[in-house]
């Protein structure tokens, strides 16, 4: 199994409440969709958040949801253990799935391979 963004796959998830599909070109039953922001708790659409020098996560409401986001991560990483992940497609340049992201930091961190997509 391979973790996805599932806002890769036309979920809609993406914090803008817009639905983005890119091709992916391997088998869908091996793609096990998530989406960090809504584990955490996070509706959809919600304001954009950018991770700011301290590392906290910030929305443009200026609110800190730092605690969503590491929760919606530790969600991921649950899942990924409970499949034996190994390897995780995931969205750039969000704070949580892009190459600085919550997310992707910790799926790393356990030794699973990240490939980030735009």
Do not use: H, W
Request: aromatic share 4%.
């Amino acid at each position: 199994m391979i973790l996805i963004s599932a806002c890769l796959l036309g979920i809609k998830c993406r914090y803008d409440g817009k639905i983005l599909k890119r091709k992916i070109k391997l088998p869908l039953s091996k793609l096990l969709p998530v989406c960090p922001e809504q584990l955490g708790g996070l509706p959809t659409p919600r304001s954009k958040a950018t991770i700011n020098p301290k590392g906290r996560v910030i929305n443009e409401r200026n609110e800190d949801v730092t605690e969503n986001f590491r929760t919606g991560a530790r969600e991921v990483l649950k899942i990924a253990r409970l499949f034996k992940v190994k390897k995780a497609i995931l969205k750039a340049n969000s704070p949580s799935c892009g190459k600085d992201g919550i997310t992707a930091k910790r799926l790393q961190k356990q030794g699973i391979k990240v490939i980030f997509i735009d």
